[in-house]
């Protein structure tokens, strides 16, 4: 199993590599490799096993019974009539029987079908929200690692960027410091404006450090999530905006959450189940029917005081079985009122998950909407930070502008861009998070994403 799995997502880094790895393909990449999905899974495929256990809760049972030991028998009538053929009858008979230390054997097939059973009803609701409760965790697990994929995807994009734009401000701050030691050493600059330029330079530096370990930390992070080398994953298009449509109103989307919320429906599970183990407590719940049949041999051979001896009863019977508890020493209202405790602690817990699904979904709603503000605040920034840097460009190459404030105006350039990119990111990711509370995010959202998307170069190290 576990080579069919490693052949599948070779051949799917193979074909993804063709175009570069997208979200989709980082994606399914992830759900072959992670190991805590795979415990997800095989959580989830432990808990479908409760439909069965659920429905052989009243299906009949059969068992078959044996024994072999020793034992010892000692029998005696007075008094029986007895009459047979060619003897004819009399009264007043004595029957004697005695087995000592004989071999005694035993066996006996008892099937039972149960017909009533407060304990089975509540056993059987029980199994059966165990089974749905496990389809609703799995579900979320699925969601849970859609956003950790895009996560970890997006925090590679975001840290290259960073890591670039360091890179060719680095590159500016050291042929900035390298013309102001040129023009120190003609007269033109003091030498402040010198050990500026090449204090700059150096946290420029630091900060290129920085990045290159984030970097390495968030490829690290997502080669162990997805099992793919991030050296070709696709890009954000420069300059250009994420394309989403507007979130509906908040009003729709809670509604949608409290239909669809993972969570919430476990929850309303759970709530079920403890109203459940309330009634098999009940006084008129009590009761059990069920029809016993039983087919079995017993038997006992020796020698005892009358000589060998063979002592043999068969029995087969069919008869409806009833058991009603009288006195249990409290053990039964004990258990009810645990129930009814327990039952209202699962109310509470619902009505906790309702308020927590309707925080988080405004919560998320509201980062969408910023991150809509925020993508088209940055980019007018962008814009003028360009502006700004052509002018300071200009006006150091006439004197009326420092190789610093040149520096200055291109790292609020690159900065901008940084910023820019990863609003988008946040943007996409908000999208997402919002999709996930509401339980309806799915591999159809990322495939959206990827469209967003541009083939990148593959990075070199």
């Known amino acids: 199993m576990k080579r069919i799995a490693l052949t599948a997502l070779l051949l799917q880094a193979a074909s993804a590599g063709a175009d570069g790895i997208g979200v ?71 029957f004697q029987t005695s087995v000592s230390n004989g071999t005694a054997r035993r066996w006996a097939f008892v099937a039972e079908q149960p017909l009533y059973d407060s304990v089975r009803m509540a056993d059987l609701t029980a199994q059966r929200n165990l089974a749905a409760a496990a389809d609703a965790l799995y579900h979320e697990a699925r969601q849970e690692l859609l956003l950790r994929t895009a996560r ?45 330029a090449q204090a700059s330079a150096d946290a420029v530096g630091v900060q290129q450090l920085d990045a290159q370990s984030a970097l390495t930390l968030s490829e690290a992070a997502f080669t162990d999530l997805t099992g793919l080398q991030p050296l070709a994953l696709r890009e954000l298009p420069p300059g250009e905006p994420a394309q989403l449509p507007a979130p509906a109103a908040l009003d729709d989307w809670t509604q949608r959450a409290l239909a669809g919320s993972p969570q919430l429906a476990a929850q309303r599970l759970a709530a079920a189940t ?28 020796g020698n005892g005081d009358f000589g060998a001896a063979d002592i043999t009863a068969r029995q087969a019977s069919i008869a409806l079985q009833a058991s009603i508890p009288l006195y249990t020493g409290g053990m039964r209202l004990a258990q009810r009122h645990e129930a009814r405790a327990l039952e209202r602690k699962a109310s509470a817990d619902l009505g906790a998950a309702d308020q927590l699904v309707r925080q988080q979904t405004r919560a998320a709603w509201l980062d969408l909407t910023t991150a809509i503000a925020r993508v088209r605040a940055l980019q007018r920034l962008h814009g003028s930070t ?61 495939q959206r994403v990827d469209q967003q998307l541009i083939e990148g170069k593959a990075e070199s190290r």
Do not use: K
């Open 152 to 196: 970890a995807y997006f925090a590679v994009l975001n840290a290259r960027a960073r890591l670039a734009a360091l890179r060719q401000l680095h590159a500016a701050a050291e042929q900035a410091g390298a013309a102001a030691q040129a023009r120190y050493a003609s007269g033109d600059i003091p030498v402040t404006d010198m050990r500026e």
């Open 24 to 94: 989709t393909d980082a994606w399914r990449a992830a759900m072959q490799h992670d190991p805590a999905f795979a415990a997800a899974r095989a959580q989830w495929e432990a808990g479908r096993t409760h439909v069965a256990q659920g429905r052989a809760l009243w299906l009949p049972t059969l068992s078959a019974q044996g024994s072999a030991g020793r034992g010892d028998q000692q029998g005696e009538t007075s008094g029986a009539a007895f009459s047979a053929p060619g003897f004819g009858s009399t009264t007043g008979v004595d």
């Open 386 to 446: 360009q502006e700004r840097l052509d002018a300071t460009r200009l006006g150091a190459e006439i004197g009326d502008r420092t190789a610093l404030e040149l520096l200055n105006a291109e790292a609020d350039f690159l900065r901008s861009g940084t910023d820019f990119q990863q609003a988008q990111t946040q943007w996409l990711l908000a999208d997402l998070q919002l999709r996930a509370v509401a339980g309806a995010l799915a591999e159809v959202d990322l």
């Open 274 to 301: 403890a109203a459940a183990q309330v009634a098999r407590f009940g006084w008129l719940n009590s009761p059990r029917v069920s029809v016993v049949a039983t087919l079995g041999r017993e038997s006992l051979r």
